[in-house]
């Protein structure tokens, strides 16, 4: 099962901040909170990662809480290409095997014009 | 660089049939996965290999096998499809360490 809780959907206009909310309230302290991306009918796209800290990329930033049971992914501008559903994935950094990724449904981020 | 690349795109199959999803990659990545998507619902790792020549299952591996010969290649056998196994399949790739994981464009699977 998905440890995240995510909205179903969010709506945002175009060249505004787009901000996703997850909830993970169970999280343990060796688990990273991940961001995945999917535009329709494509593959997942990786956004970024953090484990307790802000981090910041060319494609968005992540805000986690100091508790770590919660996290914002932020699209500072958003575009009609960042129309997509958007996952929130809450697990340990296997260093010696694989990564094994729970897909929850994502919240699905429209972006109007 | 091509990334992962899968094929078919699609496929419309019978049931009872046997078929091949073919996977391939050229980051030389230990990693790969398998996973099913159906409408409306998240993705469900089906096999997973850790490096060539170990597979493992993941959350919904009946009906599936897999095999990892070498680096680069990772196919998925549907020995007797059924409907139950229509989806849309993708494909990934990570390297060692925990790395992210990059998917292929995905094969949609239709069986009749």
């Known amino acids: 099962d998905a440890k995240t809780t995510q909205p179903t959907s969010m709506d945002c206009a175009e060249g505004r901040a787009a901000n996703l909310p997850c909830n993970h309230s169970?999280?343990?302290?060796?688990?990273?909170v991940y961001w995945y991306r999917q535009i329709h009918s494509q593959g997942p796209q990786y956004i970024i990662h953090?484990?307790?800290n802000n981090e910041t990329n060319e494609m968005a930033s992540l805000i986690i809480t100091e508790d770590r049971k919660s996290s914002t992914l932020i699209l500072p501008h958003a575009t009609l290409r960042d129309t997509a559903v958007y996952y929130c994935?809450?697990?340990?950094?296997?260093?010696?095997?694989?990564?094994?990724?729970?897909f929850g449904k994502g919240t699905k981020l429209t972006v109007n014009p | 660089t091509a990334g992962i690349t899968q094929a078919p795109t699609s496929q419309i199959l019978a049931a009872g049939r046997s078929m091949t999803l073919r996977c391939t990659q050229d980051?030389?990545?230990?990693?790969m996965y398998w996973y099913r998507q159906d409408l409306g619902l998240g993705l469900r790792l089906i096999h997973y290999?850790?490096?060539?020549?170990?597979?493992g299952k993941g959350e919904v591996p009946d009906g599936y096998s897999v095999s990892r010969a070498n680096t680069d290649d990772f196919p998925l056998t549907l020995a007797s499809a059924v409907p139950s196994q229509t989806s849309v399949y993708f494909c990934?790739?990570?390297?060692?360490?925990?790395?992210?994981?990059?998917f292929g464009p995905g094969t949609r699977l239709t069986v009749l």
């Open positions: 990934a790739s990570s390297g060692t360490g925990g790395d992210t994981q990059y």
């Open positions: 169970t999280i343990s302290g060796n688990e990273y």
């Open positions: 953090g484990l307790k």
């Open positions: 994935i809450v697990r340990v950094r296997d260093w010696g095997g694989s990564e094994k990724l729970v």
């Open positions: 980051m030389r990545h230990n990693a």
């Open positions: 290999s850790n490096t060539a020549g170990t597979t």
